[in-house]
């Protein structure tokens, strides 16, 4: 038989758990929530009368709740003992207020306030994710969740992300919460922004963040094969070779064949604005990105820098050919409106895809012999 301070005590513990906290909290088909008291064994009974009564009065002077009760008979007594079975409770203030915990209430009433201020699809991150949102003023945590609904992939346009001025943030507001705008803006963008990093998702001015991988395909142009630099200093550090080959992804590098005279850039995602470097302009420049609306974007904004560049692969011919076989659904496309910076065929493929159920060919599915085949094409066009 359990007290009602052992319950309680397993009713803290339980809110620990981010999964239980998390179905508690935010699903109300979970309620009520029945926790067994058990039952005294009938040795208990004859031989620990006075600990037997002290269970049941402790049961009695429980007020939250419902503890329901059931007679019982044994064989050392004349008649039916009313025993506690089970301890009902009915919402998860109930749950809180019986933990007995002080801290437990605080994050509790912490955690209404929040969620009455931000948007439902932020809550199973603040309940998940408290410590995230207990060390920071209420005030960080709302604006978080305004800022997020407010920034679009690329809405820097190069700014550092200090030069942000959204819903009323200060200077220092991103960098007092960085992981928390990040992981708000993952909910509302299915993951995209940890995986390239806020100021690249944001295409805001690279301080450091963002590593690029440098591929030498000539073989002789660089002392590696592969080197990583930070994004911002290919503004003012040349890169060798006639050519360059911007790559969306890091992941296609097997794809890319040997070639003279030519270095590719990996992994920039929307983190484009080093693509101002005066030293690109005497250079031969292509790009080669996802046959989605994303990829079709990042093609838009970098030839907004670039207005010669070169795309690779990413036409309606190509998408077409491989769909059938190749193309997934996407699952958040970029906004209706057309990105500036796309000719009017990449505009109509832009539309055909942004609509189509299947509207995202990535890079890694084309074949390699036919990747080989566009670069060498490229490579041989005269500059």
């Not at 590696?224 to 550090?237: D, G, H, N």
Request: hydrophobic share 40%; glycine share 6%.
């Amino acid at each position: 038989m359990k007290s009602p301070d052992e319950l309680a005590s397993r009713l803290a513990r339980q809110w620990q758990n981010a999964d239980l906290r998390e179905q508690r909290l935010l699903r109300p088909e979970s309620w009520p929530l029945t926790l067994t008291i058990g039952k005294p064994t009938g040795t208990v009974v004859r031989d620990q009368v006075g600990e037997v009564r002290k269970h049941l009065q402790q049961w009695r002077e429980v007020t939250i709740g419902q503890v329901q009760w059931q007679p019982v008979r044994f064989q050392s007594t004349s008649e039916a003992i009313n025993i506690p079975s089970n301890w009902r409770l009915e919402s998860p203030s109930q749950w809180v207020k019986a933990t007995g915990s002080s801290d437990i209430k605080r994050e509790y009433d912490t955690l209404n306030r929040l969620a009455s201020a931000l948007d439902p699809r932020f809550h199973s991150l603040i309940v998940r994710r408290r410590s995230l949102v207990m060390d920071k003023p209420e005030r960080d945590v709302i604006l978080s969740g305004e800022v997020a609904l407010q920034l679009q992939p690329g809405c820097a346009n190069g700014k550092p992300l200090r030069a942000l001025s959204v819903a009323g943030t200060d200077s220092k507001f991103f960098e007092r919460n960085h992981l928390l705008v990040t992981l708000m803006l993952d909910i509302l963008f299915d993951g995209r922004t940890s995986e390239t990093g806020l100021e690249t998702f944001l295409g805001a001015e690279d301080e450091g963040h963002h590593w690029l991988l440098i591929a030498d395909l000539d073989g002789s142009l660089l002392p590696f094969s592969q080197i990583r630099v930070r994004a911002y200093e290919l503004q003012s550090t040349p890169l060798p070779g006639q050519r360059l080959i911007l790559v969306e992804n890091e992941r296609s590098l097997h794809q890319l064949p040997s070639v003279p005279d030519t270095i590719a850039v990996l992994g920039s995602g929307l983190n484009l604005s080093w693509l101002q470097a005066s030293w690109l302009s005497n250079k031969a420049v292509a790009y080669w990105g996802d046959l989605d609306t994303w990829g079709l974007t990042m093609l838009g904004r970098a030839r907004e820098h670039l207005p010669k560049l070169t795309p690779l692969l990413m036409d309606r011919a190509t998408f077409e050919r491989f769909a059938d076989e190749s193309a997934v659904e996407e699952p958040l496309p970029a906004p209706a409106i057309v990105p500036p910076g796309l000719t009017e065929s990449e505009a109509g493929l832009y539309h055909l895809l942004r609509q189509s159920d299947r509207g995202r060919l990535e890079q890694e599915f084309l074949p390699v012999n036919m990747v080989h085949r566009t670069v060498v094409n490229w490579i041989a066009r005269p500059t």
